[in-house]
RNA sequence: GGCCCUAUGGUCAAGCGGUCAAGACACCGCCCUUUCACGGCGGUAACCCGAGUUCGAUUCUCGGUAGGGUCACCA
């Protein structure tokens, strides 16, 4: 067989060598241990919190080393591609800080290593594809969808491997005329890859993984397809030729990846590419009705949906944080020592990273949040705040607004000094937990105490009432409230009731109890003195009569 | 089913041949306290099973078991 003729006869269009590109593409010019690394998402537009784990990883190996970061769209398969996609990419990526140096953007390729879309780079695969053809070591294969079954059929009859491989691979032995004429009579057929592995007995090959250590599997032995009847590589032997010409060095993906290495080991191998770092991550996993573990479902579950915590309205520094505390298990430890550096300053190590799947936990999102929340100032919570009720709660826009800057004060109830409350978990959460400074949304939750009857309720408001003076300190004020609390027969001291609670019906917690939920609706609040001075004296006076009365 | 990955408390996890097996979240109790929150103190709770190597295995090896992944002209 004439290899040449073969490969002129399939690609008669491409004249570029493999060489031509790569000094087209020349190995970067970079730092000392400067990565590169890349994002390479299919432009489903889809980004999702696996997406953004492993991006995070790429993000903080390239920036720690001064490498590059780029992303490329894996847009090889017509089907899967969605209007727009590129910039929800970015916009979803961006909004938790993380950002590229290079690669596709809404304007187009920013970079010396493009086309970054995979779809303008279909001459550069064929040219890499042909000079397998002549080599030998990739061929056409006119086997229709059904005859791929068939065959599949009958091995798994024989219980042998499914797939195209050896003898079970009839286009390895096309002679050239025959396939001539097969061309000539149109009929549609892929390129594959004329696999050097042994299908009886494949040898074992070994992989060092960044993230796993020594991996070890046999080698790859199937006829993968290079090349589909469009003429569009796979994602194969894409990711071989973009990796390489673009020169990664860290390869990250899902571990989902794993079980297809041996066929990327050898496309490096035939292709002559040294092979970068693979660098495969746990997965995200979840818990489901049964007990058992499994992967995030993108259909199933909510939390997998990065719009789930826009739309909750988490900070993007909370889901870095508590994505940091997941990627790297002595991240906790390190926020704990430096409470105030930017997380940037972590070093982050592949090392430390775990291999197996973590379990998504949203107890300890919140947790990290309420930490990462209480650092925000108030002014800038505001914002956050304001900028989140924009897209998701427009109707409470206005209400916000009209705060002005007592928004700051409300926010910063109890959140300053060195014991600080931790409120805060969420936008969504914040404006539940403020509701009550806003008529529109204030409103009654919880019941008096049972210590507290109704006459006392009534008793005791309208005393709170009369001796109510706008202008007390918080000592003045609640001397008063003890006071009321002793003439009604309430201790004046919760343990004083302890001690002797046949004495009395009560203690003054649950008389501040009962003006506090005069006042905000609920039966816990932060300092009711502190809410009453942003309430203002009118509102404070309005909202105990309209409980009295009802 | 083949191949591969994984296996320490409910969850995330330190550990890397000898430890009373860290820590964080959650949970419970106590303290602080006008409620809650914060904070402090304390508590419940774990090395999947079986062989082997070794004076000694959570740690090394092998074999099970369990969970996960993957077996496309999708990525």
């Known amino acids: 067989m004439d290899y040449n003729r073969l490969a002129d006869l399939l690609f008669p269009a491409i004249t570029k060598t493999p060489s031509d590109y790569e000094t087209a593409y020349p190995p970067r010019?970079?730092?000392?241990?400067?990565?590169?690394?890349?994002?390479?998402?299919?432009?489903?537009?889809?980004?999702?919190?696996?997406?953004?784990?492993?991006?995070?990883?790429?993000?903080?190996?390239?920036?720690?080393?001064?490498?590059?970061?780029?992303?490329?769209?894996?847009?090889?398969?017509?089907?899967?591609?969605?209007?727009?996609?590129?910039?929800t990419v970015i916009g979803s990526l961006d909004f938790f800080g993380i950002t590229f140096d290079e690669g596709a953007t809404k304007e187009g390729d920013v970079g010396e290593y493009g086309p970054y879309f995979q779809s303008s780079r279909k001459e550069l695969y064929q040219c890499f594809v042909k000079k397998l053809v002549e080599k030998g070591l990739a061929y056409p294969c006119f086997l229709t969808e059904e005859e791929v079954a068939e065959i599949r059929e009958t091995?798994?009859?024989?219980?042998?491997?499914?797939?195209?491989?050896?003898?079970?691979?009839?286009?390895?032995?096309?002679?050239?005329?025959?396939?001539?004429?097969?061309?000539?009579?149109?009929?549609?057929?892929?390129?594959?890859?004329?696999?050097?592995?042994?299908?009886?007995?494949?040898?074992e090959i070994s992989v060092e993984d960044g993230i796993r250590g020594l991996l070890t599997m046999p080698e790859n032995f199937q006829d993968v397809v290079i090349l589909k009847a469009s003429g569009m590589p796979t994602y194969h032997f894409a990711h071989v030729c973009d990796d390489h010409l673009m020169r990664t060095t860290h390869v990250v993906r899902?571990?989902?990846?794993?079980?297809?290495?041996?066929?990327?080991?050898?496309?490096?191998?035939?292709?002559?590419?040294?092979?970068?770092?693979?660098?495969?991550?746990?997965?995200?996993?979840?818990?489901?009705?049964?007990?058992?573990?499994?992967?995030?479902?993108?259909?199933?579950?909510?939390?997998?949906?990065?719009?789930?915590?826009?739309?909750?309205?988490?900070?993007?520094?909370?889901?870095?944080?508590?994505?940091?505390?997941?990627?790297?298990?002595?991240?906790?430890?390190?926020?704990?020592?430096?409470?105030?550096?930017?997380?940037?300053?972590?070093?982050?190590?592949?090392?430390?990273?775990?291999?197996?799947?973590?379990?998504?936990?949203?107890?300890?999102?919140?947790?990290?949040?309420?930490d990462t929340l209480v650092k925000i100032p108030a002014p800038q919570l505001a914002f956050f705040l304001m900028e989140w009720a924009k897209i998701y709660r427009p109707e409470i826009l206005p209400a916000l607004a009209d705060c002005g800057e007592t928004l700051f004060a409300i926010l910063d109830l109890g959140r300053v000094g060195d014991?600080?409350?931790?409120?805060?978990?969420?936008?969504?959460?914040?404006?539940?937990?403020?509701?009550?400074?806003?008529?529109?949304?204030?409103?009654?939750?919880?019941?008096?105490?049972?210590?507290?009857?109704?006459?006392?309720?009534?008793?005791?408001?309208?005393?709170?009432?009369?001796?109510?003076?706008?202008?007390?300190?918080?000592?003045?004020?609640?001397?008063?409230?003890?006071?009321?609390?002793?003439?009604?027969?309430?201790?004046a001291k919760p343990k004083d009731y302890k001690k002797n609670p046949q004495d009395y019906k009560g203690h003054v917690g649950h008389v501040s109890t009962v003006i506090r939920l005069a006042l905000v609706g609920r039966s816990q609040s932060p300092d009711i003195w502190e809410i009453q001075q942003i309430l203002g004296e009118p509102k404070v006076r309005q909202r105990i009569t309209d409980y009295i009365k009802a």
């Not at 499914?162 to 050239?176: N, Q, T, V």
Request: hydrophobic share 30%; aromatic share 12%; proline share 6%.
């Open 29 to 87: 010019d970079l730092p000392k241990g400067g990565r590169v690394t890349r994002l390479a998402p299919s432009p489903t537009g889809f980004i999702h919190l696996g997406n953004l784990y492993g991006a995070f990883v790429d993000e903080r190996l390239a920036s720690q080393s001064d490498g590059v970061f780029y992303l490329r769209i894996e847009d090889t398969d017509e089907k899967r591609f969605v209007e727009g996609a590129v910039d």
């Open 155 to 203: 091995q798994e009859a024989n219980k042998e491997t499914p797939g195209i491989y050896g003898k079970y691979a009839p286009g390895r032995d096309l002679s050239l005329e025959e396939i001539q004429k097969r061309i000539k009579e149109n009929q549609g057929y892929v390129i594959r890859l004329r696999s050097g592995g042994n299908p009886e007995n494949p040898e």
């Open 254 to 370: 899902g571990e989902e990846w794993l079980s297809s290495l041996p066929i990327h080991v050898e496309l490096f191998q035939v292709l002559d590419f040294p092979l970068p770092i693979y660098c495969h991550t746990a997965v995200l996993m979840k818990l489901d009705e049964n007990g058992n573990r499994r992967k995030l479902s993108k259909r199933k579950d909510p939390e997998l949906s990065l719009g789930f915590y826009r739309e909750r309205g988490y900070h993007p520094t909370a889901v870095r944080e508590y994505l940091l505390t997941i990627l790297n298990s002595n991240y906790e430890e390190w926020r704990m020592a430096n409470p105030d550096l930017p997380g940037e300053d972590f070093p982050f190590t592949m090392e430390k990273m775990s291999t197996s799947g973590a379990l998504f936990d949203l107890n300890k999102l919140n947790d990290v949040s309420k």
């Open 419 to 491: 014991k600080p409350r931790k409120d805060f978990v969420c936008a969504s959460q914040i404006f539940d937990f403020i509701g009550y400074f806003f008529d529109d949304y204030f409103k009654e939750e919880d019941e008096p105490p049972a210590e507290t009857p109704t006459e006392d309720v009534k008793a005791i408001l309208t005393a709170y009432l009369d001796t109510y003076d706008h202008g007390d300190d918080q000592s003045q004020w609640f001397d008063k409230i003890r006071t009321i609390a002793q003439d009604l027969g309430y201790a």
